[in-house]
């Protein structure tokens, strides 16, 4: 198994090694090269290092005292807009091109996003958010590992209020204008970064048998 997934463990608390820019930008494009459903790719991540910054963006979260002491924080972000039928159709183009298909749009659209099942899955809010957090949270994965490669701890804050909670939507549309955020754009998670503060035991989990099957 790979180390960084058999080693994994949350960290909330770093030392005050600040987190270069090289790896900010390697943890990045490991987010960037995840796979999502249909090439989507519905996400844009905004790399925090200021403390201004920081101090602003935790204010939308329940945990936020964590995201003003982390080095760095990747603020993840949910791009809504990105399921429209031109990007998807722009966005399987490109896929396929690369894999050595020349389709036309027509086929495309045929078979792939036109069907009854992609429409709806296209147009139901409940199932646009849910594919959505989906591919979000494939990206996590991904940049975590990075993390850990890069020798850095992280952990992923996720209870925040957004367009799911809308708990204060006026604190929240302000936090959105404050990061240069749109309308089609929803803060999903926060990923904080750093150099561990302490070594930690890894994170429990359930036994293999409540967890997978073999048939």
Same mark, same amino acid.
Not at 160 to 179: G, H, P, Q
Not at 182 to 192: D, G, L, R
């Given at each position: 198994?790979?180390?960084?997934?058999?080693?994994?463990?949350?960290?909330?608390?770093?030392?005050?090694?600040?987190?270069?820019?090289?790896?900010?930008?390697?943890?990045?494009?490991?987010?960037?090269?995840?796979?999502?459903?249909?090439?989507?790719?519905?996400?844009?991540?905004?790399?925090?290092?200021?403390?201004?910054?920081?101090?602003?963006?935790?204010?939308?979260?329940?945990?936020?005292?964590?995201?003003?002491?982390?080095?760095?924080?990747?603020?993840?972000?949910?791009?809504?807009?990105?399921?429209?039928?031109?990007?998807?159709?722009?966005?399987?183009?490109?896929?396929?091109?690369?894999?050595?298909?020349?389709?036309? %749009?027509?086929?495309?659209?045929?078979?792939?996003?036109?069907?009854?099942?992609?429409?709806?899955?296209?147009?139901?809010?409940?199932?646009?958010?849910?594919?959505?957090? %989906?591919?979000?949270?494939?990206?996590?994965?991904?940049?975590?590992?990075?993390?850990?490669?890069?020798?850095?701890?992280?952990?992923?804050?996720?209870?925040?209020?957004?367009?799911?909670?809308?708990?204060?939507?006026?604190?929240?549309?302000?936090?959105?204008?404050?990061?240069?955020?749109?309308?089609?754009?929803?803060?999903?998670?926060?990923?904080?970064?750093?150099?561990?503060?302490?070594?930690?035991?890894?994170?429990?989990?359930?036994?293999?048998?409540?967890?997978?099957?073999?048939?």
């Amino acid at each position: 198994m790979l180390r960084e997934v058999a080693d994994w463990r949350s960290i909330r608390k770093f030392d005050a090694k600040p987190v270069t820019e090289e790896q900010l930008i390697t943890i990045l494009e490991a987010g960037r090269r995840a796979p999502s459903w249909k090439n989507i790719q519905p996400w844009k991540f905004i790399a925090i290092t200021k403390d201004e910054d920081k101090l602003k963006l935790a204010e939308v979260f329940a945990f936020g005292s964590l995201i003003k002491k982390a080095p760095a924080v990747i603020l993840c972000t949910a791009l809504l807009d990105a399921w429209g039928k031109n990007n998807q159709r722009g966005r399987l183009q490109e896929l396929l091109s690369h894999t050595g298909f020349n389709m036309s %749009e027509a086929d495309i659209d045929k078979i792939y996003l036109d069907t009854e099942l992609a429409q709806a899955l296209a147009v139901k809010p409940s199932s646009l958010m849910a594919r959505t957090f %989906e591919n979000m949270g494939i990206a996590y994965g991904f940049m975590l590992l990075e993390a850990m490669n890069q020798g850095l701890g992280a952990c992923i804050l996720g209870e925040l209020d957004n367009e799911l909670v809308a708990v204060n939507n006026s604190k929240y549309n302000e936090i959105k204008r404050f990061f240069g955020l749109n309308e089609s754009q929803v803060i999903t998670a926060a990923i904080i970064l750093g150099v561990p503060a302490k070594e930690t035991s890894v994170n429990p989990r359930k036994p293999a048998d409540e967890t997978y099957v073999l048939r």
